[in-house]
């Protein structure tokens, strides 16, 4: 067995399946529709479920993190050999208490040194390709050093930006501007987002239409990577058409050493709503 375990938060947007071939193990957050209504990210409700709620009620439900009795019940039972060692990697402290609640449960431990959390100051996908990463590390055997050093290279070298349909989402749980939805709505300008060196959403640019945006985030990747090799993820929101065109796009322009499509799940869904595409590349 893997020394090294590694835990995340449904907000990585892992397929369940990758998840499981890597030994990754996923903290729920929770999507709370009402007072008598809320699910676990994943576990009660997959992102296909979320938004056809959503659809259908027409409304925009609230999220909340794990508590750290949650934490702390995953890092003791991945202890209870009393050799091995936790790197636990999160959303954005900037958008969630996720990472807080993590670095609570850790405190509150005896075993507390053997528990590394990192704050990934990043969002959907943006952690998935970083934690496979170094889930696959620690499958192989490598050393905690030796995973800490190459998430080191990986927090430096990965870039995330998203492409959302509608600005409503965002606006509404308060990370952009009214009048920024209110433009982007109205000129139908698609904003290419990013987030920050200290993961806040912020608009790196604006398009007219997505198909300028989405050569536009080529333009920048090619800036930053060159041809390659790389590591790519596609995570998406009910647009699966658009994230399979945007990973031709890519391979078609880079040497991709690997490529993973996937579903945003309810919590980031619902801060970003139906439509959304998020592209992420780091080094190889």
């Not at 409503?168 to 939805?181: F, H, P, T, V």
């Not at 920050?196 to 997505?210: C, H, I, L, P």
């Not at 880079?254 to 959304?276: C, K």
């Given at each position: 067995m893997p020394n090294v375990k590694i835990v995340t938060d449904s907000t990585a947007d892992i397929p369940a399946d990758l998840a499981e071939q890597l030994g990754i193990t996923v903290v729920p957050l929770n999507v709370i529709f009402s007072e008598t209504e809320s699910y676990e990210d994943g576990v009660t409700l997959t992102a296909d479920e979320f938004y056809k709620k959503v659809k259908a009620s027409n409304t925009i439900p609230s999220t909340s993190q794990p508590t750290p009795y949650q934490f702390e019940e995953v890092y003791r039972s991945l202890l209870n050999d009393g050799e091995s060692k936790i790197i636990s990697i999160h959303i954005s402290s900037k958008m969630s208490g996720t990472y807080q609640a993590a670095t609570i449960a850790k405190q509150s431990m005896e075993e507390d040194e053997s528990i590394h959390v990192i704050d990934s100051k990043r969002a959907s996908y943006g952690i998935g390709i970083i934690v496979t990463e170094i889930a696959k590390l620690a499958k192989e055997g490598y050393s905690l050093e030796q995973c800490q050093a190459r998430?080191?290279?990986?927090?430096?070298?990965?870039?995330?930006?998203?492409?959302?349909?509608?600005?409503?989402?965002?606006?509404?749980?308060?990370?952009?501007?009214?009048?920024?939805?209110?433009?982007?709505?109205?000129?139908?300008?698609?904003?290419?987002?990013?987030?920050?060196?200290?993961?806040?959403?912020?608009?790196?640019?604006?398009?007219?239409?997505?198909?300028?945006?989405?050569?536009?985030?080529?333009?920048?990747?090619?800036?930053?990577?060159?041809?390659?090799?790389?590591?790519?993820?596609?995570?998406?929101?009910?647009?699966?058409?658009?994230?399979?065109?945007?990973?031709?796009?890519?391979?078609?322009?880079?040497?991709?050493?690997?490529?993973?499509?996937?579903?945003?799940?309810?919590?980031?869904?619902?801060?970003?709503?139906?439509?959304?595409?998020?592209?992420?590349?780091?080094?190889?």
């Open positions: 998430l080191d290279e990986l927090l430096h070298d990965t870039n995330l930006f998203f492409m959302v349909d509608t600005l409503e989402y965002l606006q509404k749980n308060g990370r952009i501007g009214k009048a920024s939805a209110v433009l982007g709505s109205m000129l139908k300008i698609k904003p290419i987002l990013s987030l920050t060196d200290e993961g806040e959403v912020y608009s790196f640019e604006k398009a007219r239409g997505q198909k300028k945006a989405m050569t536009r985030i080529i333009e920048v990747l090619k800036e930053k990577y060159g041809s390659g090799p790389v590591h790519v993820g596609i995570s998406h929101a009910m647009n699966e058409t658009l994230a399979e065109e945007m990973v031709e796009r890519i391979k078609a322009e880079f040497v991709v050493e690997s490529d993973v499509v996937t579903s945003i799940g309810a919590v980031i869904g619902a801060h970003v709503g139906p439509g959304t595409v998020s592209i992420v590349m780091t080094k190889a």
